[in-house]
């Protein structure tokens, strides 16, 4: 792994275009070799996007995987390039970053699965305080490494799943910004079966439910790449009305329906290789099992 970070440092010295480009490069092989991860990505895509053809499913997803490979390795410019260079590739939208708007009251940045949602993040490490989730890698080096990266600039506080709700509402009533990221299948627990592109996905109600315990405002950035491979975009969309009202599944709902919005306009940046649909309702089938035809067609 130190081997891997020396490498990444190296890179991230080469201008963007370069970096990207070898990252496309990457995630094609990547495309390639890790069938498990193709087979879920385009089982994702059929079930979210069955009005395409199997052979716009299969460039999406080939693309996805270019797209993750890309924010992978350009990681290393948000952890190690200097401030003026990340303020030349990120673009804020509209701009500047609303610091007064999310730190005057509590607010929850709802941040999607996006491959470049750490850009989200550096854009705003640089001029103000925030709290996440933060999930402890298993390799030390590279766990010193991300948290070093995501603190580097101001000030942060890291919650992981083991230290519950509690510090995140202390996080929220000092009015320090919290990055949540809800869109991922945990289970059953604390989460309801809401549609998700028509299909019912275990969706976490965490974002309506501190919302209402804490008054805050809910105000969604989502990251993506700019292009021709000149930086990023951060946009920070306008905070939600009357959210999250007395109905936390019709909350969470519209969530989900916000977030296919947003994953329509960026098709292949978002996380596709997450197994969104693995819980199932009353006790259903998994969606992921491969069957004859899948497995001929996610091979290609």
Excluded at 9 to 14: K, P
Excluded at 198 to 203: H, M
Aim: proline residues 7%; charged residues 25%.
């Amino acid at each position: 792994m130190k081997l891997l970070l020396g490498f990444m440092w190296l890179l991230h010295w080469l201008p963007l275009p370069v970096l990207g480009r070898f990252g496309d490069a990457v995630g094609s092989l990547l495309f390639v070799v890790m069938r498990s991860r193709r087979h879920i990505t385009l089982t994702n895509l059929r079930l979210c996007m069955p009005e395409l053809s199997e052979a716009e499913r299969t460039a999406i997803g080939r693309r996805h995987f270019q797209a993750y490979s890309r924010s992978v390795w350009e990681r290393g410019i948000l952890w190690w390039a200097s401030e003026d260079r990340l303020r030349r590739l990120i673009k804020v939208e509209p701009g500047p970053v609303p610091v007064e708007q999310m730190t005057s009251q509590p607010t929850i940045l709802l941040c999607p699965h996006f491959v470049c949602l750490d850009v989200a993040g550096a854009s705003i490490a640089m001029v103000a305080s925030a709290s996440s989730m933060y999930v402890q890698q298993k390799n030390a080096a590279f766990d010193r490494v991300l948290r070093a990266g995501r603190a580097r600039f101001k000030p942060v506080k890291l919650f992981t799943r083991q230290d519950g709700i509690k510090p995140i509402l202390r996080a929220l009533r000092d009015k320090l910004p919290y990055f949540m990221l809800p869109d991922m299948d945990f289970g059953e627990k604390d989460a309801e079966f809401v549609p998700f592109f028509g299909i019912e996905a275990a969706t976490l109600t965490a974002t309506a439910r501190i919302a209402a315990t804490t008054g805050a405002q809910v105000m969604p950035v989502i990251a993506t790449f700019l292009p021709d491979y000149q930086g990023w975009r951060v946009k920070f969309y306008p905070v939600w009305d009357n959210y999250p009202g007395p109905d936390m599944v019709a909350a969470t709902r519209r969530m989900n329906e916000f977030i296919e919005e947003r994953v329509r306009e960026a098709p292949a940046e978002y996380f596709w290789t997450h197994k969104r649909f693995k819980t199932r309702p009353n006790g259903e089938a998994s969606l992921y099992q491969r069957s004859r035809s899948t497995q001929a067609a996610d091979e290609t």
